[in-house]
């Protein structure tokens, strides 16, 4: 995971530079979406490893089904299909599958 800077703002993005998110009705500990939810809003699985910028809290939960899903600042970590390229974020502010997605802003 790294930072990138996309719209002035500086948000988590994976290896290949897709924006980040987290879901509102998530809790620490446990990922709100799955099923048809997780085919718009694909986890990140695996454990996470800081790049350059990432300067907040890297974590793991446990999915349904027992995948391990990557957290950053307590919140379980997605991208969305909707971002076909680096420096999109189309999936910010939407309400969708139960609730509002962000993009994940770096703490620093």
Request: glycine share 14%; proline share 8%; net charge negative.
């Amino acid at each position: 995971m790294k930072a990138a800077r996309i719209d002035g703002v500086t948000v988590l993005t994976n290896a290949h530079g897709l924006t980040l998110y987290w879901f509102a009705p998530d809790t620490p500990a446990t990922s709100a979406c799955a099923g048809s939810c997780a085919a718009y809003w694909p986890p990140v699985i695996g454990s996470p490893e800081a790049g350059p910028g990432v300067t907040g809290k890297l974590g793991t939960i446990f999915r349904p089904g027992g995948a391990i899903q990557a957290t950053y600042d307590g919140h379980p970590l997605y991208t969305y299909v909707g971002d076909a390229d680096p420096d999109q974020t189309r999936g910010n502010n939407l309400d969708l599958n139960g609730g509002l997605w962000y993009e994940v802003r770096v703490s620093g």
